[in-house]
């Protein structure tokens, strides 16, 4: 069965600094599929960055960047320089990978970040 | 070019009583997802629908059923609703065949009283 893990509840940091979220998955399968969706309060899931299994190639995004690490489970994000705006809730997810393209989604609990102006 | 919508905004029921939520997809999308996000947790996946079939389905009872129309919008049925149920319920579409891009609708945040 799959699993995803997101152990830090809540962040609080001022504006300005960096901030990494942590996330640890679980599967069975070789190839799988890893997201970052952002939750502003308004309730909508804002899709960030999606990773296949077989690319651990960090990525950035501007203030975003992405951590990939087969080794150790992990597919942790970084906000730097963080402003206000970044204040929401993050999720990150796995999907296992199928002929259809669009496979369900296995969520984490969520990470509620709060950034202090 | 309109994204995933989903009606009503929000929802009060009696326990026990029944509920439909629809969602209709993005543009050129033909397949919807339904999931169910309790306050303080991460969504759960409900069921997915593909040719006005079900195709997938999360570990929900029966109680839970859906129905996709030929214009690939979808409706999520609840009957005998549980306080249980209350939650913010999302959906999500999605084009076959395309590198797991699924675009999530507002929500409906549905309470049982």
């Known amino acids: 069965a799959q699993k995803v893990t997101q152990a830090q509840t809540e962040i609080s940091v001022v504006e300005k600094e960096d901030v990494t979220l942590d996330c640890v998955y679980e599967?069975?399968?070789?190839?799988?599929?890893l997201f970052w969706y952002k939750q502003p309060p308004s309730g909508e899931l804002v899709f960030l960055i999606r990773?296949?299994?077989?690319?651990?190639q960090n990525e950035i995004s501007g203030r975003y960047s992405w951590n990939f690490q087969k080794s150790t489970s992990s597919f942790n994000f970084t906000i730097t320089a963080s402003q206000v705006v970044d204040s929401a809730v993050y999720f990150c997810?796995?999907?296992?990978?199928?002929?259809?393209?669009?496979?369900?989604?296995?969520f984490g609990t969520g990470t509620r970040l709060t950034i202090i102006p | 070019d309109a994204g995933v919508t989903q009606s009503p905004t929000h929802l009060i029921k009696t326990r026990g009583q029944q509920v439909t939520l629809r969602c209709s997809p993005k543009?050129?999308?033909?397949?919807v997802s339904w999931y169910q996000q309790a306050l303080g947790q991460g969504p759960q996946f409900i069921f997915q629908?593909?040719?006005?079939?079900?195709?997938q389905r999360g570990n929900f009872p029966d109680r839970f059923s859906g129905h996709q129309f030929p214009n690939y919008s979808s409706e999520l049925n609840v009957n005998a609703l549980l306080l249980g149920d209350s939650a913010l319920y999302l959906c999500?579409?999605?084009?076959?065949?395309?590198?797991?891009?699924?675009?999530f609708g507002p929500g409906t945040r549905l309470t049982v009283t």
């Open positions: 543009s050129g999308h033909d397949t």
């Open positions: 990773r296949n299994s077989f690319d651990e």
């Open positions: 997810a796995l999907s296992e990978a199928s002929n259809f393209g669009n496979e369900k989604l296995t």
């Open positions: 599967t069975r399968d070789t190839t799988y599929y």
């Open positions: 629908y593909y040719e006005e079939e079900e195709r």
């Open positions: 999500a579409s999605s084009l076959e065949g395309a590198a797991y891009e699924q675009y």
